[in-house]
Nanobody
Framework: QVQLVESGGGLVQAGGSLRLSCAAS????????KGWFRQAPGKEREFVAT????????YYTDSVKGRFTISRDNAKNTVYLQMNNLKPEDTAVYYC?????????????????WGQGTQVTVSS
């Protein structure tokens, strides 16, 4: 069974940092594009960042550019989201996702596998 498991969420003050991890099991995802999405209370799930199969291409939503960095370690079947200078508006449940093609995408519908999410709360 395919599983994506996120970790690293928590409570942090504004200006702080967190590093999210997403470990994949049950399948080799080294050739899959990966993405991070988030969902705040009462809002739709939205795109945050995406990375292609070898880490050579990344893309971010405008609100996190310069603060968040997506990366991956295919040997560990893990994708990361380093979040710096966090703001209260970054508070959300963060989800990792995988798509069965090599490239990047910001579209939820193009992802085949999803994790269960990890809560990130940023206090002001």
């Amino acid at each position: 069974q395919v599983q994506l498991v996120e970790s690293g969420g928590g409570l942090v003050q504004a200006g702080g940092s967190l590093r999210l991890s997403c470990a994949a099991s049950g399948r080799t995802f080294s050739t899959y594009g990966k993405g991070w999405f988030r969902q705040a209370p009462g809002k739709e799930r939205e795109f945050v960042a995406t990375i292609n199969w070898n880490g050579g291409t990344t893309y971010y939503t405008d609100s996190v550019k310069g603060r968040f960095t997506i990366s991956r370690d295919n040997a560990k079947n893990t994708v990361y989201l380093q979040m710096n200078n966090l703001k209260p508006e970054d508070t959300a449940v963060y989800y990792c996702a995988a798509r069965s093609t090599w490239g990047v995408s910001s579209r939820l519908a193009e992802y085949n596998y999803w994790g269960q999410g990890t809560q990130v709360t940023v206090s002001s």
